[in-house]
């Protein structure tokens, strides 16, 4: 998935020379990641602890990272994207789930070939380059993925799959053709993405003026999930709120009237409003100048301008168009419309910030409070007539500087007068209704998604055009055992060249084929799928990643759906996350999997050096919460790789400890070691659970620190305490630093990984603070004690102090006149 390339690369090397402690000298019991980090990598390989597990009875974590496209050397931000996902992973292992944590490419789209136009290589030979050089990155973070399920997106057994998927969803009609405005480059003579046209709407490539054509292609319906896209953002409750609200905007539900505007000559003018409550300050109308009625309406003087307006709005997009601050453009087209509710004649204008596909293309303008309008009025000279007495403060036309916007009470309304905006919207539309001249509408800003490229490196669009049997050109499927269609070999000279026809036009034998229905000549469709296809449902095929009877198999989208923890860059909020989730209604309605919605919770996140790879996880998961941005610091990294270092020495001093038991009764040198320990459990287990993975590494450090200030003691159960402290502290770095920790483990006697190992729970008696016993005097007399935490002040003494019985009946009839606090000693009360 095309993230943002955030500048340094892992350097390759990643490793310090063997036998070389991190202060340089060479001793032989020196921290030495050069010799743990292979070691362990090539056992946990062996072993296939990374694998999903198949436990019917484990609970189960599916953690996914969103996929890469593989561009060629990680960067650091990859590397915080997948050591989150993996942290996790490796967590919910020791807790005894079964996780599914899988790896793909997605490795189709724009980049891919407009690099292969560049450089005339085939864009299949630079993705296998880049998938190595990715993975050897992967491997040396030691990222604990189940390469079993790993999904390449280029590959016809991946893609073969959109294309069934295309043609079900035609079969549904949540696939449909449309016509629609594209940017079309007379230049390179064909279409072209909207980051390829520049701000002066020129090609990037040929410096030619960039047209807008209307032309065929595939869309998806959908518009017709927004209101269950919505309703599903309400059970996202562990998605950061920017993301929902940022769905909500985009999928922004909008609801209103529609009502008509008689045109004398016969025939009406249809509009949609919020604000029906203003229908008697409504002045004129304006519609959008690509209108269909516009070229009936209007006057035969002011059609050129209207056409001379349409010409100069071809090349601005919705939001330029519509945005409050943009310069309004309008042209009067001499035309008239009655308001229904007043009765008067009211001109028709055109305006550049009415858009021809959102409601029905048509406003009623209502200048007095609507600030567009208010603007557009202002400028044109039209009339501004109140209708909404503001409930705080006042407003008038005269003077005004902007419009009264706000929701108040009708003036000037008739009937209606009186009645606040949403009684009369309520009324009005009711009377719309029963005049049979409107009704109450819901508009949704979220339009269909139209997904067929003119290019090469997507999936084939499974559609062949038949003259004899289709000759609308409707398209026919091709046969579900056809698929997959597959991308013909090219040669890249003669078809990637960025000109004349898509790509895939100019390749004969992939062209033509015979028609599925009659057998005669055919052609197939030449367009193919937006990438975003590919990642709507890789999640999925995760599942079931080798399956060729189906996309993947029911029950195991019942064992592992949802995904439990999706990581992920945050500039993919609206489209991915949003057609991935459709995507997935779409799949439930077709029984392929059991759940609405396709991930619980959702981390987006605002980014190595020869230490190894533990100190360089350690790291980016210790500089700060997940959300928050992140700037690499050398010094840190050193701090971490100091932080490992000391935790070796302190493991090293205690090796003749290992494995010894503990006895039932401990001296209290050993208990101060054993409640460390358990603090420390406790800790870490917490800050896991709330995913604050860099508080769970500060609580290690701390231990460290606590540890070391321990008096030196010796004995059977100190001993005892110490192999149990150092197995522990091994179990909390083993997400972070999973070497170091099953290295630390495997001298503490554990046989096999960390990851397979239960995580041990900490003794809830243990991590209680110490107390401190207070004497309670009354007038200097003792009358009680109190026990509190060590660390209470005389707001938590006191209240239990008053509260004890025989403390209490001194107070009988007398006035607490003074009250003195002695800490970790006596409270005393004065009275009299
Ligand atoms: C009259 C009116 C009076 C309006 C008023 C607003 C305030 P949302 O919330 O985005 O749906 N509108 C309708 N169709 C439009 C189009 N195709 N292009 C541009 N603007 C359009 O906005 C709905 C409001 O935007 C509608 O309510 C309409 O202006 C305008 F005091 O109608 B209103
Ligand atoms: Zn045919």
């Given at each position: 998935m095309g993230s943002n390339p955030i500048p340094p690369t892992l350097p390759s090397d990643t490793a310090s020379a063997p036998g070389t402690s991190p202060s340089g000298g060479v001793d032989p019991r020196a921290y030495d990641p050069a010799r743990i980090e292979p070691k362990w990598q090539q056992r946990w390989a062996a072993s296939g602890v990374d694998r999903a597990g198949h436990r019917p009875a484990a609970h189960k974590k599916y953690v996914l990272e969103m996929?890469?496209?593989?561009?060629?050397n990680m960067h650091m931000g990859h590397v915080r994207n997948y050591l989150i996902g993996d942290v996790l992973a490796r967590y919910y292992r020791a807790r005894g789930f079964d996780v599914l944590h899988p790896f793909g490419w997605d490795a189709l789209g724009l980049p891919a070939e407009n690099a292969a136009i560049k450089d005339q290589r085939h864009p299949a030979e630079r993705t296998a380059e880049n998938i190595v050089t990715f993975n050897s990155d992967t491997q040396r973070l030691a990222l604990s993925y189940d390469w079993d399920r790993e999904v390449n997106t280029s590959d016809p057994s991946y893609y073969r799959w959109n294309q069934w998927f295309f043609i079900k969803m035609l079969e549904r009609g949540i696939v449909y053709r449309r016509t629609s405005r594209v940017n079309w480059c007379p230049g390179c003579a064909t279409v072209i993405a909207n980051e390829q046209v520049k701000d002066d709407g020129k090609c990037e490539r040929s410096g030619d003026i960039v047209e807008q054509r209307d032309m065929p292609e595939w869309a998806f319906r959908i518009t017709a999930y927004a209101e269950q896209l919505l309703a599903g953002l309400e059970t996202l409750k562990e998605w950061p709120d920017r993301i929902t609200s940022m769905q909500r905007n985009w999928i922004g539900k909008s609801e209103g009237a529609e009502l008509e505007f008689a045109l004398p000559a016969g025939g009406a003018i249809r509009v949609f409003t919020t604000r029906l409550d203003t229908i008697f300050g409504c002045t004129y109308l304006v519609v959008a100048p690509e209108h269909p009625l516009v070229e009936k309406i209007a006057t035969a003087e002011q059609l050129p301008k209207i056409r001379a307006l349409v010409a100069e709005l071809k090349n601005q997009d919705a939001a330029t168009r519509t945005d409050e601050k943009a310069e309004k453009k309008g042209v009067d087209t001499g035309a008239f419309a009655i308001n229904p509710f007043t009765g008067a004649k009211v001109p028709v204008w055109v305006a550049n910030f009415v858009l021809a596909n959102y409601g029905t293309g048509a406003v009623m303008s209502v200048p007095a409070h609507d600030q567009r309008d208010f603007l557009f009025a202002k400028k044109y000279g039209l009339p501004i007539t109140q209708v909404i007495a503001p409930i705080k403060g006042e407003w008038q036309v005269e003077g005004a500087e902007n419009a009264s916007t706000e929701d108040g009470t009708l003036v000037a309304s008739g009937a209606f007068t009186g009645k606040t905006s949403a009684e009369a919207r309520v009324g009005l539309t009711a009377e719309a209704e029963k005049r049979g001249i409107g009704k109450k509408t819901v508009n949704f800003h979220l339009r269909d998604w139209g997904f067929s490229r003119q290019r090469y490196w997507g999936t084939p669009i499974p559609i062949v055009y038949c003259e004899k049997c289709d000759p609308e050109r409707k398209g026919i499927p091709v046969p579900l055992e056809q698929l997959p269609v597959k991308l013909p070999d090219i040669d890249v000279k003669a078809v990637l060249t960025g000109r004349g026809e898509p790509p895939l036009a100019k390749v004969p034998s992939f062209v033509l084929t015979t028609c599925p229905k009659c057998g005669g000549p055919a052609r197939r469709e030449t367009e193919t799928m937006d990438t975003f296809v590919d990642s709507t449902w890789y999640y999925a095929r995760y599942l079931s990643p080798r399956d060729d009877r189906a996309p993947f198999e029911r029950a195991d989208a019942d064992r592992w759906l949802p995904v439990d923890v999706y990581v992920g860059g945050p500039e993919h909020a609206v489209m991915h996350l949003l057609y991935f989730r459709f995507w997935t209604r779409v799949m439930k309605e077709m029984g392929l999997v059991g759940v609405d919605e396709p991930v619980k919770r959702l981390i987006t996140q605002g980014i190595v050096k020869k230490h190894g790879a533990d100190t360089a996880r350690l790291y980016v998961m210790f500089a700060g919460p997940p959300e928050n941005d992140f700037d690499w610091s050398d010094k840190q990294v050193e701090g971490c790789s100091r932080f490992l270092g000391r935790v070796w020495k302190l493991v090293q001093a205690h090796l003749s400890s290992a494995g010894a038991p503990l006895p039932a009764e401990v001296s209290p040198a050993a208990a101060a070691i054993r409640k460390i320990a358990h603090k420390c459990l406790k800790r870490v287990t917490e800050s896991m659970e709330k995913l604050s993975f860099n508080t769970a590494i500060a609580g290690v450090m701390e231990t460290l620190n606590s540890l070391n200030e321990l008096p030196a003691a010796s004995g059977a159960d100190v001993d005892g305490a110490w192999n149990e402290a150092l197995r522990a502290i091994a179990t909390c770095l083993s997400p972070f630093a999973p070497h170091f920790a099953d290295e630390v483990a495997e001298l503490y006697g554990v046989k096999e990984s960390l990851q397979g190992a239960p995580w041990p729970e900490f003794d809830p008696k243990l991590v209680v603070d110490d107390t401190v016993s207070y004497a309670v005097q009354v007038n200097g007399k003792l009358r009680g004690e109190v026990t509190v935490a060590t660390g209470s002040g005389q707001a938590e003494v006191e209240p239990l102090a008053r509260a004890v019985d025989t403390v209490k009946a001194q107070f009988e009839g007398k006035t607490v006149k003074k009250v003195i606090f002695v800490p970790k000693r006596l409270i005393n009360f004065v009275v009299a």
């Amino acid at each position: 998935m095309g993230s943002n390339p955030i500048p340094p690369t892992l350097p390759s090397d990643t490793a310090s020379a063997p036998g070389t402690s991190p202060s340089g000298g060479v001793d032989p019991r020196a921290y030495d990641p050069a010799r743990i980090e292979p070691k362990w990598q090539q056992r946990w390989a062996a072993s296939g602890v990374d694998r999903a597990g198949h436990r019917p009875a484990a609970h189960k974590k599916y953690v996914l990272e969103m996929f890469p496209y593989p561009s060629g050397n990680m960067h650091m931000g990859h590397v915080r994207n997948y050591l989150i996902g993996d942290v996790l992973a490796r967590y919910y292992r020791a807790r005894g789930f079964d996780v599914l944590h899988p790896f793909g490419w997605d490795a189709l789209g724009l980049p891919a070939e407009n690099a292969a136009i560049k450089d005339q290589r085939h864009p299949a030979e630079r993705t296998a380059e880049n998938i190595v050089t990715f993975n050897s990155d992967t491997q040396r973070l030691a990222l604990s993925y189940d390469w079993d399920r790993e999904v390449n997106t280029s590959d016809p057994s991946y893609y073969r799959w959109n294309q069934w998927f295309f043609i079900k969803m035609l079969e549904r009609g949540i696939v449909y053709r449309r016509t629609s405005r594209v940017n079309w480059c007379p230049g390179c003579a064909t279409v072209i993405a909207n980051e390829q046209v520049k701000d002066d709407g020129k090609c990037e490539r040929s410096g030619d003026i960039v047209e807008q054509r209307d032309m065929p292609e595939w869309a998806f319906r959908i518009t017709a999930y927004a209101e269950q896209l919505l309703a599903g953002l309400e059970t996202l409750k562990e998605w950061p709120d920017r993301i929902t609200s940022m769905q909500r905007n985009w999928i922004g539900k909008s609801e209103g009237a529609e009502l008509e505007f008689a045109l004398p000559a016969g025939g009406a003018i249809r509009v949609f409003t919020t604000r029906l409550d203003t229908i008697f300050g409504c002045t004129y109308l304006v519609v959008a100048p690509e209108h269909p009625l516009v070229e009936k309406i209007a006057t035969a003087e002011q059609l050129p301008k209207i056409r001379a307006l349409v010409a100069e709005l071809k090349n601005q997009d919705a939001a330029t168009r519509t945005d409050e601050k943009a310069e309004k453009k309008g042209v009067d087209t001499g035309a008239f419309a009655i308001n229904p509710f007043t009765g008067a004649k009211v001109p028709v204008w055109v305006a550049n910030f009415v858009l021809a596909n959102y409601g029905t293309g048509a406003v009623m303008s209502v200048p007095a409070h609507d600030q567009r309008d208010f603007l557009f009025a202002k400028k044109y000279g039209l009339p501004i007539t109140q209708v909404i007495a503001p409930i705080k403060g006042e407003w008038q036309v005269e003077g005004a500087e902007n419009a009264s916007t706000e929701d108040g009470t009708l003036v000037a309304s008739g009937a209606f007068t009186g009645k606040t905006s949403a009684e009369a919207r309520v009324g009005l539309t009711a009377e719309a209704e029963k005049r049979g001249i409107g009704k109450k509408t819901v508009n949704f800003h979220l339009r269909d998604w139209g997904f067929s490229r003119q290019r090469y490196w997507g999936t084939p669009i499974p559609i062949v055009y038949c003259e004899k049997c289709d000759p609308e050109r409707k398209g026919i499927p091709v046969p579900l055992e056809q698929l997959p269609v597959k991308l013909p070999d090219i040669d890249v000279k003669a078809v990637l060249t960025g000109r004349g026809e898509p790509p895939l036009a100019k390749v004969p034998s992939f062209v033509l084929t015979t028609c599925p229905k009659c057998g005669g000549p055919a052609r197939r469709e030449t367009e193919t799928m937006d990438t975003f296809v590919d990642s709507t449902w890789y999640y999925a095929r995760y599942l079931s990643p080798r399956d060729d009877r189906a996309p993947f198999e029911r029950a195991d989208a019942d064992r592992w759906l949802p995904v439990d923890v999706y990581v992920g860059g945050p500039e993919h909020a609206v489209m991915h996350l949003l057609y991935f989730r459709f995507w997935t209604r779409v799949m439930k309605e077709m029984g392929l999997v059991g759940v609405d919605e396709p991930v619980k919770r959702l981390i987006t996140q605002g980014i190595v050096k020869k230490h190894g790879a533990d100190t360089a996880r350690l790291y980016v998961m210790f500089a700060g919460p997940p959300e928050n941005d992140f700037d690499w610091s050398d010094k840190q990294v050193e701090g971490c790789s100091r932080f490992l270092g000391r935790v070796w020495k302190l493991v090293q001093a205690h090796l003749s400890s290992a494995g010894a038991p503990l006895p039932a009764e401990v001296s209290p040198a050993a208990a101060a070691i054993r409640k460390i320990a358990h603090k420390c459990l406790k800790r870490v287990t917490e800050s896991m659970e709330k995913l604050s993975f860099n508080t769970a590494i500060a609580g290690v450090m701390e231990t460290l620190n606590s540890l070391n200030e321990l008096p030196a003691a010796s004995g059977a159960d100190v001993d005892g305490a110490w192999n149990e402290a150092l197995r522990a502290i091994a179990t909390c770095l083993s997400p972070f630093a999973p070497h170091f920790a099953d290295e630390v483990a495997e001298l503490y006697g554990v046989k096999e990984s960390l990851q397979g190992a239960p995580w041990p729970e900490f003794d809830p008696k243990l991590v209680v603070d110490d107390t401190v016993s207070y004497a309670v005097q009354v007038n200097g007399k003792l009358r009680g004690e109190v026990t509190v935490a060590t660390g209470s002040g005389q707001a938590e003494v006191e209240p239990l102090a008053r509260a004890v019985d025989t403390v209490k009946a001194q107070f009988e009839g007398k006035t607490v006149k003074k009250v003195i606090f002695v800490p970790k000693r006596l409270i005393n009360f004065v009275v009299a």
